[in-house]
């Protein structure tokens, strides 16, 4: 119920304030269309009479009231009056009747007022109502913009949103756009190996913008690697002669080992977590561990290279013959004999993540690390036979 009330309270308060500068709005509207209506009167005024005309008239009204009023008191004849003429320049004394009468049917000022009467009586009104009109729009026009222009808030930071063709004109205006453009539209200059993703639903254009992005970066001369799950980029962009294909299901691939990017002790571990799901979070046993076997395992093969004995030591050897090879190793603590369930375990984990390098060709010699230091030549990393 209070809150109820509140709510009537508070909207009612709100109403009347509304109403209320509406109503002030309103006022200040029709001030001005008022105030237009005498300005405009005012310059006809001027316009249609002169000062001259003017001024006696507003002497013959002070004179036709003095008559009003001194006959009451005084002869007609016995009335005069006292005024500055400005033909003569001076002030002279004329009887009251005999200004009237002149006024009205010698000079030349009766036919200015007559004229001028006839003008408010048939076209001022109407050219009154199409200025007060023009006024109130105007007015309302204008407290409308202001009341717009109070409302929006100024830009403090933050970029702004423009057209891609606005924004190329004015990356290459400032001397900021790179070598490499999408459909016209450059990049920041030096922005080229900052990441860029590339995001979208199928049939978005993703492919096309990376088949428009791969032969500018050619062109250039930049190196890049490529993981091709359709085989169409490699089937497009693979030059034979300078670049490298990763897949030892294809016959033109490059023959890849662990060992030929491991030279220092530490390497090792490096490259036994590229194959491993260990997760800190989750402090996963068995993931750690398997992870500190297979490196090392490397370390035991790292003379003869053998892929198939490591392969067959970690995926084929029986629970006795894993706890033996690794016997006086640095892992002999979490791989032993008193504990096969532990060593099944961890075996079984390792087993999981290495079970594509079975696939690896003997006698490999490509290093990613030399392909590197190359010159030239892109490396295609392909999923499926080509």
């Known amino acids: 119920m209070q809150q109820n009330q509140n709510n009537f309270t508070r909207g009612s308060q709100i109403f009347a304030h509304q109403m209320r500068m509406l109503g002030q709005g309103s006022i200040n509207a029709l001030m001005i269309g008022l105030v237009s209506v005498v300005v405009w009167l005012m310059f006809r005024t001027f316009q249609k009479l002169s000062l001259i005309s003017l001024y006696y008239f507003i002497i013959e009204r002070y004179v036709q009231l003095k008559l009003a009023i001194g006959e009451y008191f005084y002869p007609i004849d016995q009335i005069s009056i006292q005024f500055y003429y400005l033909e003569q320049k001076a002030w002279v004394y004329r009887n009251a009747e005999e200004f009237v009468h002149k006024f009205w049917h010698v000079t030349q000022h009766s036919h200015n007022i007559n004229k001028f009467g006839q003008f408010l009586l048939h076209s001022a009104w109407q050219e009154g109502i199409i200025t007060f009109t023009i006024g109130l729009f105007t007015a309302i026009i204008f407290f409308m913009y202001r009341g717009k222009k109070a409302v ?121 977590s590229n194959f491993s799901n260990y997760n800190p979070k989750l402090d996963d046993f068995f993931a750690k561990s398997a992870e500190l076997v297979l490196a090392e395992g490397l370390r035991l093969y790292q003379d003869s290279k053998d892929i198939k004995k490591l392969i067959n030591t970690i995926l084929y050897a029986n629970n006795k013959e894993f706890v033996r090879i690794f016997k006086n190793s640095a892992v002999a603590g979490i791989i032993s004999s008193s504990a096969p369930e532990t060593s099944s375990g961890i075996q079984a984990t390792i087993s999981k993540n290495i079970e594509v390098l079975q696939h690896l060709k003997p006698d490999g010699s490509f290093s990613i690390r030399k392909w590197f230091t190359a010159d030239k030549g892109w490396l295609f990393i392909t999923s499926t036979p080509n």
Not at 208 to 214: A, K, P, R, S, T
Request: net charge neutral; with cysteine.
């Open 152 to 272: 929006i808030q100024d830009k403090i930071r933050g970029a702004d949103f423009v057209e891609a063709g606005t924004l190329a004109k004015m990356l290459y205006k400032n001397k900021q756009a790179a070598n490499i453009c999408f459909s016209g539209l450059p990049l920041v200059k030096n922005s080229e190996r900052r990441h860029i993703l590339i995001t979208g639903t199928t049939g978005s254009g993703k492919t096309n913008m990376l088949n428009e992005l791969l032969p500018q970066i050619k062109k250039e001369g930049g190196r890049a690697i490529i993981v091709d799950l359709t085989g169409s980029f490699t089937d497009r962009f693979f030059d034979p002669k300078c670049d490298k294909i990763l897949n030892p299901l294809q016959e033109n691939s490059s023959a890849w080992l662990p060992w030929n990017d491991c030279h220092e002790i530490w390497d090792y571990n490096d490259m036994a």
